[in-house]
């Protein structure tokens, strides 16, 4: 599989995104509206204080099932202004629409994002050829690259091995977001196609390096991301135990974020520590002050400070 552009543009190939991507939160103002200069400021953060080599906007964790089309624009471009000489922002598109993908698709592009994550049509589960027809046509839409998010805990269906890895053959369906958590079947792709895998399971980041995944698109890396950079490295560079060592450290917070939905948390300890976040928006509710305990506890543990 030959992808166009590569020799122009110097990226590494086998980590298209980088190493570490977080899924950013959408920072919204008091009253839910969108927070621009919030989504800004936070996207400085994540890139110059955590490391993250690309952010992923507009995804679940951007609660992206209840902001508007323009909104989803408006984010990107802001994003984009913000970090996007020296990180590479990746827009999620995904619907259970394939016209309304491809048009979220094309937006994104306009508003100058450098990827297009996209999920799994949800609810409808469509069949493997379904899926096939979905994902090609998203790709053949743009000409941005392409990170496929497997998901089939929320989706409703799993994008099968073989499915993958006919897909793998379209030049611009360049990754996967794994978040199946079957790391036999993610074996069998790696080892059958050059696709990027990184884990979307904060806490399977290095079992997914194991057997062939190349970084991780993370919801805890709001906070662990400098760390979870340094594990992703030092696994990189053969040092197994050091690797080994930050997965267990960082364990209490690569779970414990997900104790309830993840946004919730990540807005709750942002907001604490002096970030934007805002509130969430329904169907989502606020975390109560003992999910946030909870949370400082975890933090804790993992040797990271939450403001009381």
């Keep these: ?58 995804g679940t964790t951007g609660e992206s099932p ?20 020296r990180a590479r922002v990746v827009a999620g598109v995904g619907t259970n629409d394939t016209r309304h993908t491809i048009e979220l698709a094309t937006a994104a592009e306009k508003a100058g994002a450098d990827g297009l994550l996209v999920v799994s049509p949800y609810y409808n589960k469509p069949p493997q050829t379904g899926l096939v027809r979905h994902f090609t046509a998203v790709a053949d839409a743009s000409g941005l690259p392409v990170m496929l998010y497997d998901i089939p805990h929320r989706a409703g269906v799993a994008i ?38 990184y884990s979307g399971d904060d806490a399977l980041t290095v079992p997914t390096l194991a057997i062939g995944g190349v970084g ?22 053969g040092d197994v135990g050091a690797a080994l060592a930050l997965h267990r450290r960082l364990l209490p917070l690569f779970t414990g974020i997900f104790r309830t939905q993840g946004t919730i948390l990540v807005k709750a300890a942002l907001a604490a520590s002096g970030l934007p976040a805002g509130p969430v928006r329904p169907p989502l509710v606020d975390a109560t002050d003992d999910e946030l305990a909870q949370l400082r506890i975890d933090c804790a543990e993992a040797g990271l400070g939450l403001p009381a």
Excluded: C
């Design 160 to 197: 099968a091995t073989e499915t993958l890895v006919r897909l793998a053959e379209h030049e611009r369906i360049v990754a996967v977001k794994d978040a199946k958590g079957d790391l036999t079947a993610t074996s069998w792709v790696t080892s059958r196609t050059d696709l990027a895998f």
């Design 216 to 237: 991780l698109v993370g919801t805890s890396t709001h906070f662990t991301g400098a760390l979870a950079k340094r594990m992703i490295e030092a696994y990189d560079r």
């Design 66 to 85: 209840t902001t508007t089309d323009a909104e989803k624009e408006r984010l990107v471009r802001a994003v984009v202004e913000a970090v996007g000489d």
């Design 1 to 58: 599989m030959t992808h166009d552009g590569a020799a122009a543009t110097g990226r590494d190939l086998s980590r298209p995104f980088g190493r570490l991507l977080t899924a950013m939160i959408t920072p919204f103002t008091p009253d839910g509206g969108l927070d621009l200069d919030g989504a800004a400021q936070l996207a400085t953060y994540l890139v110059d204080e955590q490391g993250n080599d690309a952010l992923v906007v507009n």
